[in-house]
């Protein structure tokens, strides 16, 4: 059974710091992509930051020089340090791996979410 676990999310105040992270457990062959998504209160869900299985990094334009995106394949783990939180960055965070279970083709799984509000 595949699971993925956030933890660190919380109330911060504008300019503040978090520390996001995913950890990922079960019956996993191969972790191909990891990143992080957000959705805010009447919005669609948007991608944050990824990484690829070599490292390669994407970030939004709103998150690029204030979040790094970073994984150790060793724990099975995708962290998220954000910095210089606004306002505009409140929002539940998912977690997503795309990953395969042996035999078993890509799949694209999310953790539960966890809340980050930034207040001004």
């Known amino acids: 059974q595949v699971q993925l676990v956030e933890s660190g999310g919380g109330l911060v105040q504008a300019g503040g710091s978090l520390r996001l992270s995913c950890v990922a457990s079960?019956?996993?062959?191969?972790?191909?992509?990891m990143g992080w998504y957000r959705q805010a209160p009447g919005k669609q869900r948007e991608l944050v930051a990824t990484?690829?299985?070599?490292?390669?990094?994407n970030y939004a334009n709103s998150v690029k020089g204030r979040f790094t995106i970073s994984r150790d394949n060793a724990k099975r783990t995708v962290n998220l340090q954000m910095n210089s939180l606004k306002p505009e960055d409140t929002a539940v965070y998912y977690c997503?791996?795309?990953?395969?279970?042996?035999?078993?083709?890509?799949?694209?799984?999310w953790g539960q979410g966890t809340q980050v509000t930034v207040s001004s």
């Open positions: 990484i690829t299985s070599g490292m390669t990094t």
């Open positions: 997503n791996a795309e990953l395969t279970i042996t035999g078993h083709p890509w799949y694209a799984y």
């Open positions: 079960g019956n996993i062959f191969r972790i191909n992509a």
